[in-house]
C-alpha cells in the first residue's frame, strides 16, 4: 500500500507538509531560541522588532538547574534579560548602555548568568522578529505548532473512539437501538461544530485539557454516521451472519469482523478530523475560548496582531494564520491520498 501511496502527489506533499510542521514540534524547547516555559519571556526593549533582528544581552539573576524534561515543558525563568550594547567587560564589572537608551550603565559579574563558554554577553537571532512584549515569534509559533498537533491528536482519539462505538452499535443492533442513537447523531448533526465546541468550552472553562475535550466530543459526528452505515451494509454480509450463527458474541463480531472492514474509512476519517480539530482549536483560541494565555496557540496569536494587518509588520498575524492553513490542507492532502488507495470503489487511475 506504501509504494501505491507514494505515486499520489497529493499524498506526498502532505506528508512533507506535516513533516516540516511536526519535526519542530517534536523538539520543541530543544531549538526554540527562548527556552522559558511557553516562550513567555517578556523584554519589552524587544518588541516588534523585523524578522532578522540579532541583539546582543546580558542575563542577570541566579542560573538554575536544567532538567531532561526541559525540552518537553520549558525552563523557569532563568533570569533578566537586559538587551544592551556591551561597551567595556572588565573583571567584575560589565559596563553597556540599554538598547535604544544613551544612558551609560554597569553592573558587577556577579549578578550575571554566564553561557557554557563562561562568557557573560550572550547573542540571539530573532529570525521572524518579535511581537509587542518582545517575545520571539519563532519560538512561539514552534510551541503552538506542537500545541495545535496535540490537540489535534488528541482530538480524534476522542472522536474515533466515541464515534465508532455509537456508529457500530446502530449499525449492528439496528431496531430501538439504532433509532435512538440515529436520533442522537441527527441531533448533533443538525447543530454547527463549531457551535458545540463553543458551548463545551463555556461549559469546562479555558485551558489545555478542556480544548481538548471540546475538540473531540465536537467531531465524532461525521465518525458516527459513516460507520453506522458501512455497519449497517457489513451487517448483511455472508461472513456476518455465518459468525452469528456460529454464536459469536457481538463485542467478539465488531472486533474481530467489523472493525477490520472499517479501518479505511476510520483512517481517512482521522486525517480529516485532524484537520477539523486543529481548526476549531485556532477558532476558539481567536474567540478567546481556548487555550489560556500565555500558552502559545496559532488562532491566539492571529488574535493578538489582528490590528497590524494595516501595518508595516503585518507579518505578525500572517505568519500564524498561513501556518494554520498549510497544517490543515497537508492533513486534507493526506486524507485525498489515503481515500484514492483504500477506496475500492473509485477507478484504479483516480
Request: glycine share 10%; proline share 4%.
Amino acid at each position: 500500500m506504501l509504494s501505491r501511496l507514494w505515486k499520489k502527489n497529493a499524498f506526498k506533499i502532505g506528508i512533507s507538509l506535516m513533516l516540516l510542521f511536526a519535526i519542530p514540534a517534536l523538539l520543541g524547547y530543544l531549538i526554540t531560541p527562548d527556552k522559558t516555559k511557553d516562550c513567555n519571556r517578556l523584554v519589552p526593549e524587544l518588541a516588534n522588532q523585523a524578522p532578522g533582528f540579532t541583539y546582543t544581552y546580558l542575563l542577570s539573576g541566579e542560573a538554575l538547574p536544567t532538567s531532561y524534561t526541559d525540552w518537553l515543558t520549558g525552563s523557569n525563568s532563568s533570569g533578566t534579560v537586559i538587551p544592551c550594547n556591551v561597551i567595556a567587560e572588565n573583571k567584575d564589572s560589565i559596563t553597556y548602555t540599554i538598547l535604544g537608551e544613551q544612558a551609560i550603565k554597569s553592573i558587577s559579574v556577579k549578578s550575571l548568568i554566564a553561557d557554557k563558554n563562561g562568557n557573560y554577553t550572550h547573542t540571539s537571532h530573532a529570525l521572524l522578529g518579535t511581537d509587542r512584549f518582545g517575545r520571539d515569534m519563532l519560538s512561539r509559533l514552534i510551541i503552538g505548532g506542537r500545541v495545535s498537533l496535540t490537540v489535534g491528536l488528541v482530538s480524534v482519539v476522542i472522536s474515533l473512539f466515541i464515534g465508532t462505538l455509537i456508529g457500530m452499535a446502530a449499525g449492528y443492533f439496528g431496531g430501538r437501538t439504532d433509532s435512538l442513537l440515529s436520533w442522537l447523531i441527527a441531533v448533533f448533526w443538525s447543530v454547527p461544530t463549531l457551535l458545540i465546541a463553543l458551548g463545551l468550552s463555556f461549559a469546562f472553562g479555558k485551558g489545555f485539557w478542556q480544548v481538548l475535550l471540546a475538540t473531540g466530543l465536537s467531531t465524532w459526528v461525521e465518525v458516527a454516521r459513516v460507520v453506522r452505515g458501512q455497519t449497517l451494509q457489513l451487517r448483511q454480509k455472508e461472513f456476518i451472519l455465518s459468525a452469528i450463527i456460529t454464536g459469536f458474541s457481538p463485542l467478539y463480531i465488531m472486533r474481530k469482523h467489523l472493525l477490520p472492514n472499517l479501518k479505511g474509512s476510520l483512517t481517512v476519517m482521522a486525517t480529516t478530523n485532524f484537520a477539523a480539530a486543529i481548526l476549531l482549536e485556532s477558532g476558539l483560541s481567536f474567540l478567546g475560548l481556548g487555550l489560556a494565555p500565555p500558552t502559545p496557540s496559532w488562532g491566539m496569536m492571529v488574535k493578538e496582531h489582528l490590528g497590524n494587518l494595516v501595518l508595516d509588520n503585518a507579518y505578525l498575524a500572517l505568519v500564524p494564520g498561513m501556518a494554520i492553513m498549510a497544517l490543515v490542507m497537508a492533513f486534507n492532502l493526506v486524507a485525498m491520498g489515503l481515500r484514492d488507495v483504500l477506496d475500492t470503489r473509485l477507478p484504479s487511475g483516480t
